[in-house]
Structure formats: C-alpha cells, structure tokens
C-alpha cells in the first residue's frame, strides 16, 4: 500500500503534504478569528473541519509513506527536485529546510520542520481525534456566544501541537511548546465570565510556567555544550553524547533533569498536576483535546525524543520512573471519591500519564530496555488518546442531556435515556479498565511487561519490583473507578435532575457519530497495532531507538485479565449489587475517604508552601516600593517644584519687567563668555 501512494506522491507533493500539516489548521484559525463573528457566525465550525480533516489525511499519508517513500534525510524547501533515495534508511525521516528564523552571534536557528516515525505516530493521532472531537464540538457549543472563538481557538491549539512535534530544533520546539500553553489558556477560560473558569485557565498557565523554566534551562545547557539545538547535532550524535559524558558525567543528567521538568508540567506529574483537574472548568470538547490528544501528551513526547541523552543518566530514568509512580497512585487514590464525572476522568488522565512515565524510566535497568520502555510509554500515549477522548466526550454528552449537570448523585439509570452514549462510554471504561483485546488491554500490557523486565535486569530491580506491584495496585483501582462512575451513571433506578427536564436527549447525530468512531477506535485499533506488532516496528525506525524482539507475555496478560476483573468486579459489587456496602466502608476508613475526597489536600499544601509565601512576597515589594521608592521619587521631585514656585512672581505679565531680565541674562552670559575667554 505504501509503495501504491509513493508512486503518487513526487517530492513537491510530499513537500506540500508536510506543510498543509500545520499550514490548514492556522489558517483556519485566521480566517476564523478575522470572519467569524460577523461573516460565518453558526457556520465558523466549517474552516475548523475542513483545515483538520485536510490535515489529517495528510498525516496518514506522510504516516504511510514514511518507511519507503522515495525521499532523503532532507527535502529543501526551494530545490525539491535534489533528492536522494533513502528507502533504506534504517530511520527514515522527512526534513523541510525553512527560512531562517533566529540568528543570535553563533546560534541560526531555521524554521525547519522534520518527520520520522514518532513524529508520524504523533500527527496522525492528534489530528484524528481533534477532527473528531471539533464535529462533536459544533453540537455541543451550539448557540454558545463565542462560537467563532472557540473554534478559532481549536484551530490555533491543534496548529501548535503540530507544530510541537514537527519541530526539528529544540528553540522551535520551546515557542510552540508556549503557543499550546497559550491555547489551552484561551479555551480553559473560554466562559471567561465565570470566576472558576478564569482562575482555572491562570492556574494552569502558571503552574506549567514553572516546568517551561526547566525545559528552557535545558535548551540553554545543550547550546552551551553542543553549540547548536538541531536535534540532528543534540539527539543524532552518540558519539558527542558519550563524550560530554565521559568528560563531566554531571552534565547529562542535568540536561534531563531539566527536560524531565518541563515534561513534569505540560503532562501533569507529581507536584506540577494540580492544573489539570482544574481544566475541568473549560467545555468538554476541550477537555478532550487537552486530556486526551494534544498538551499532556507533550511531555511524553519530549522524553521520549531525547531517549539519546536519558540513557546515558540512568538515576534521572529512576526518577523518571518514581514520579510516574506516585502520580499514578495518587491520582487513582483520589479518583476513587470523587463524584464529579468529568473530574474523575481527569484524575483518570493523571494516573495514566503516571503510567507512561513509569514505562519511560525503564531504559534505567539498561540500554536494551530503553526502546521496548519507550514503545510501551507511547503505545499507551496512542491508545489513551482514542478511549480518554472518547470518555470524555461520552461524558459531555451526559451533561449536555442533564443540563449541564454533572455530579453522579443526581443522575442515575440513564442507559435507557441515552442508549448511544452508555455503549460509547461502556466501550471507553472497558479499554480504559483494560478488558482483553480492547485498546488498554495491550498497552498496559506493554508497560506491566517492561516493568516486569526491569524488575530483573540491572542495578535497580529491587525499585522496579516496588514499581511494578505498584502499577498492579494502580491498575486494580483504575478499573474499579472507572467502572464505578460508569455503573453510578448508567444503572439503577432512572433519576434525572430537575435541570434536564422529564425527557432528556440523546446525542444529536453529528455528537453521536464522534462517539461511535471513537468507540470502534477503542474496540479495535489496540487489537490491530498491537498482537501484530505494527506500532512497534514503525515506532523504533525513530532515530536514537534500536531494533528489538517483542515477545507475548502470556503471564501478563493472565495477570491484567485477574486485575481488570476484580476492579470491575468489585465496583460491580459496590454499586450494583450492594450500594449500601461503599457508604458502610467510607464510614469505616473515614479519615482516608476524607483524605481522598479532599485530594489530599495538595491544592492547600502547594498554596502554603508556594502561593502564599510569593504573596506574601509580593505585598512587601509593594510595600517597599510606596513607602520608599515613591517617596524618594517625590522627594527628588520636590526640588524642581520649590524652584518653579519661586520663579513665579517673575512672571507677572509684565513686559517690562521681562525685558529686564532677559537683559540682565545676556548681561550674565557676556560676563561668562569674556571670563572664560
């Protein structure tokens, strides 16, 4: 099939393919922006659907043709009839040389973009599921007054993350890195006029300011020891990275430290994932955007680009590893309380971000481990990104049917009502649970596997045995809150809230039809890149990564049949069988359901230990510049004014009396000019 679309595809239309990636959303968002509210008003969807589906047929199509596509380890932008054949190129990528973008002394950075297998993988995934979570969009914001807006917004949010992972140099990569972050603030805070919207959008945007200062200390430090931020000079050179390394072994695992920062806050890690439940507060098709396809999978995608520079710092993978583990813990613990249903997807997303982080971290226990741990962290990025947003959009779909309500207590049995979104969502809670052959069944499968090799490989084992029974833990709960807010959604008694009405609506069709697509995806497209084996040989083409054998885990997957049947099980027991039971139990572990309900109360410790002293702070520096600054300013001030003030009687408008004194001046200026002279 590939060499079917290669003998279509020449070097200018590649060329073209590659640009109208990013190139279809951002003008869509200009056109968008600058029409929308007076020209295209209810129709402002249209450009925002056309510039995504045009972007993401491009994407498969650069994603097919990659491996074998007649093209060279660079396309230039002004010549691309000068290529080279690079068929056998055992990691085939596609670089478009752009303009000139900076040039600081010795550092020129171009406005180059770059393809190859991860990067592939990234656009076609992103792109997919933001066209199909910008048709559900245009039912569910429907007669929202920021129309146009929003769907502005959308098309910036998805040209930047394009952008993000077509950079082809660490200073591209950082502005777009920024540009998401913009976005996400500009659609958190979409109802502006609601207070818990606005600060939710500046929660995030300054949280993830504090993991952007790592990941800039980053680029500063490879250009301080590199002499460039080309990811062909940085990631694409062994040889220099060994060296760095042998001469000052503290230098790279700074370097990752930094980089793992940055990761740290655009993916909602342990301490920096304080934002992300907040982000609630924006739509839900938004929700689905950053959850599930766009912002929290940056991070991901950084450490798993830089896989060149994270083997050789072993002690920051651990780390790696460790966060990972406690956020994915600490989420779970908290998911299970909540009863918020979109705040107990979002703890879902931190937890499974945890997940993927724990994969990354493997390549501690050695060189070998680092590729299959990287192809399990991004199997999971690509198969979450299907049924996350697919839940959440199930989800939205709820609380568009029950009146924006979205608390579990006053809803119930709503599986009749809605029957479209209880398949979808079911679909979505199994994947995520891990139920056999669904999406999440093989990529957690992939991660309890590669745990399970570093628990018996290298200098770390003991850890990665305490990580992995950990995981397993953190995988009994996912199932069980998962399946929890499904059966507190979806069963028992039918029981509407007041806001929605005697006869609440299903989905319209074009929110319906983004839900069945997702579901199909989460059914199915585990099973089909999975057990075969597809996703794995495409993904280690990327440079930096090495071949490696995949092998069935027959006790695996045993083990994950067990754990996703007795977290189903027992919520099944809790919520369907007996609900009484849980109410019986939170009395009896009051303190930790308190605990949990609370989360921890890790929103209060970060404002004690962080936000009130910088307050606190703040006031003093206000105060020192009023009562000391000001009044420095207006005392130095005062002369002038005590002066002016005595020239005045001067000023009589009297013209004789002016005439005296520009008389006796030039009297005084003679007299001056004869004794110097």
């Not at 959009?393 to 049995?413: E, K, N, P, Q, T």
């Not at 995981?471 to 069980?480: D, G, N, P, Y």
């Not at 929110?511 to 040989?537: D, E, S």
């Not at 002066?643 to 030039?666: D, E, P």
Request: proline share 5%; with cysteine.
């Amino acid at each position: 099939m590939s060499e079917a679309i290669n003998s279509f595809l020449s070097p200018e239309v590649l060329l073209l393919l590659l640009w109208l990636i990013p190139g279809a959303p951002l003008l869509s968002a200009i056109l968008t922006a600058l029409l929308g509210p007076r020209v295209l008003r209810g129709k402002s969807h249209l450009p925002c659907w056309s510039a995504l589906a045009v972007s993401f047929v491009c994407s498969v199509l650069v994603l097919i043709a990659l491996p074998t596509a007649p093209n060279p380890n660079q396309l230039d932008v002004i010549a691309p009839e000068n290529l080279q054949d690079a068929s056998d190129n055992a990691s085939p990528e596609l670089v478009v040389v752009g303009p000139e973008w900076l040039s600081v002394g010795d550092l020129e950075v171009g406005f180059d973009l770059r393809v190859d297998s991860i990067t592939a993988i990234m656009l076609a995934m992103v792109t997919g599921v933001s066209f199909l979570v910008s048709l559900f969009g245009s039912g569910y914001m429907h007669g929202d007054g920021g129309y146009p807006r929003f769907f502005a917004a959308v098309s910036g949010f998805v040209f930047s993350m394009c952008m993000l992972v077509m950079a082809n140099n660490f200073v591209l990569l950082f502005f777009f890195w920024e540009m998401v972050g913009l976005c996400s603030y500009l659609l958190i805070g979409f109802w502006f006029h609601k207070p818990s919207a606005a600060a939710a959008s500046r929660k995030a945007f300054v949280v993830n300011r504090i993991g952007d200062f790592g990941l800039i200390m980053a680029i500063f430090l490879m250009l301080t020891q590199f002499g460039s931020v080309s990811f062909s000079d940085v990631l694409g050179n062994p040889e220099r990275i060994a060296q760095l390394h042998a001469g000052n072994e503290t230098i790279i695992p700074l370097i990752c430290l930094c980089l793992f920062l940055g990761a740290m806050g655009k993916s909602a890690q342990f301490p920096l994932q304080v934002w992300l439940p907040d982000a609630m507060e924006g739509p839900t098709p938004v929700s689905a955007l950053i959850h599930a396809a766009t912002m929290v999978t940056a991070g991901i995608y950084l450490v798993a680009r830089c896989t060149p520079l994270f083997v050789m710092a072993p002690e920051v993978q651990v780390l790696v590893t460790a966060v990972g583990t406690i956020t994915a813990l600490l989420a779970a613990l908290i998911a299970l309380t909540q009863t918020d249903l979109k705040r107990v997807l979002a703890y879902s997303t931190v937890s499974q971000l945890g997940f993927m982080f724990m994969a990354l971290g493997c390549g501690a226990a050695g060189a070998e481990v680092a590729t299959p741990a990287v192809n399990a962290g991004m199997f999971h990025l690509f198969t979450h990104a299907y049924f996350k947003a697919l839940l959440f959009l199930a989800a939205g779909s709820v609380m568009h049917a029950m009146g924006d309500v979205i608390d579990m207590r006053y809803f119930s049995g709503l599986k009749k009502a809605l029957p479209i979104t209880h398949w979808t969502f079911l679909v979505g809670a199994a994947a995520l649970a891990g139920v056999p052959l669904l999406a999440g069944f093989w990529s957690k499968d992939e991660i309890l596997a590669v745990l399970g090799t570093a628990a018996s490989t290298g200098e770390y084992q003991a850890f990665f045995k305490v990580v992995l029974i950990t995981a397993s833990i953190t995988a009994v709960l996912t199932a069980f809150y998962t399946f929890r807010a499904y059966f507190m959604t979806f069963c028992g008694e039918e029981k509407f809230p007041v806001e929605a009405g005697h006869h609440p609506h299903e989905a319209t069709p074009i929110m319906a039809w983004p839900l069945r697509i997702l579901a199909v995806c989460a059914a199915l497209i585990g099973l089909a890149v999975g057990p075969t084996h597809l996703f794995q040989t495409y993904l280690q083409r990327t440079q930096g990564l090495t071949p490696f054998e995949a092998h069935f885990h027959i006790d695996v997957m045993i083990t994950s049949v067990v754990i996703a049947c007795s977290g189903i099980g027992v919520a099944w027991w809790f919520y369907v069988l007996s609900p009484a039971t849980p109410v019986r139990i939170a009395k009896i572990l009051t303190p930790f359901f308190f605990l949990s309900q609370k989360k921890f109360f890790l929103d209060e410790i970060l404002y004690g230990i962080v936000v009130a002293p910088l307050k606190l702070l703040g006031r003093l520096c206000v105060m020192f510049d009023r009562n000391l600054i000001d009044r420095l300013i207006d005392s130095l001030a005062g002369g002038p004014v005590f002066v002016g003030n005595r020239l005045k009687r001067f000023q009589g408008g009297v013209v004789t009396s002016y005439a005296g004194i520009m008389w006796f001046g030039a009297v005084t200026a003679v007299v001056v000019a004869i004794s110097l002279f």
